[in-house]
């Protein structure tokens, strides 16, 4: 399905300025200027005007409270809601339960969230072990499940301790 916003006011980094859109299957096609000639031919139009289309906000700080507080908030409704706000992207903390803290339970939310085809997840691990003051997580195999960020939730990591062995980390 081919869909053809007109009229619509596209901001971005460059900054704002008026123009079409055409949609390909739920995917951003070819964006044209204000007065631009669409040659492609499109099933549905959508006149844009009074509407601002932007892309896709990234909120660094979320709860998706799964696993282990479905109850709260379940992986789906949280990234169905931050969709109806226009984020795309989420980073959850880690202070779920159990406790990412441990490669495969974060790539099982990761492996959720992209069965799920709603937002772009980045799970955050925990620093240390059920974070406590000492048992640094296993850095290298966090990291081989595609996670690069690290929490001690609310905790500084003020021990050089914890510096000087997660920095050991180097992702190739």
Same mark, same amino acid.
């Given at each position: 399905?081919? &869909? =053809? $916003? ?11 300025? !008026? ?8 995917? $951003? ?10 040659? %492609?031919?499109?099933? *549905? ?12 906000? $990234?909120?660094? #700080?979320? #709860? ?9 908030? @379940?992986?789906? &409704?949280?990234? /169905? ?6 984020? @795309? &992207?989420?980073?959850?903390? +880690?202070? &779920?339960?159990? =406790? ?14 992209? +069965? ?6 980045? /799970? ?9 003051? %000492?048992?640094?997580?296993?850095? *290298?195999? =966090?990291? @081989?499940?595609? *996670?690069?960020?690290? *929490?001690?939730?609310? !905790?500084?990591?003020? %021990?050089? #301790?914890?510096? %000087?062995? +997660? ?6």
């Amino acid at each position: 399905m081919k &869909t =053809l $916003i007109k009229n619509v006011e596209m901001v971005d980094a460059e900054g704002s300025r !008026f123009g079409k859109v055409l949609i390909e299957d739920g995917k $951003i096609k070819k964006v044209y200027k204000e007065k631009g000639n669409v040659k %492609s031919e499109y099933d *549905q139009e959508i006149d844009g005007q009074g509407y601002l289309l932007m892309p896709g906000f $990234i909120d660094m #700080h979320c #709860h998706l409270r799964d696993p282990g507080f479905e109850y709260k908030e @379940t992986m789906e &409704t949280g990234m /169905q809601a931050a969709l109806k706000g226009g984020f @795309t &992207t989420l980073v959850a903390m +880690a202070n &779920t339960n159990p =406790l990412m803290d441990e490669a495969a339970l974060v790539k099982a939310n990761l492996d959720k969230a992209e +069965a799920l085809k709603l937002c772009n997840l980045i /799970q955050v691990a925990a620093l240390t072990k059920e974070f406590n003051d %000492s048992n640094l997580v296993e850095v *290298q195999s =966090l990291g @081989t499940a595609d *996670q690069c960020l690290f *929490q001690r939730r609310g !905790f500084n990591c003020e %021990s050089r #301790h914890y510096g %000087s062995r +997660a920095k050991g980390f180097n992702r190739t």
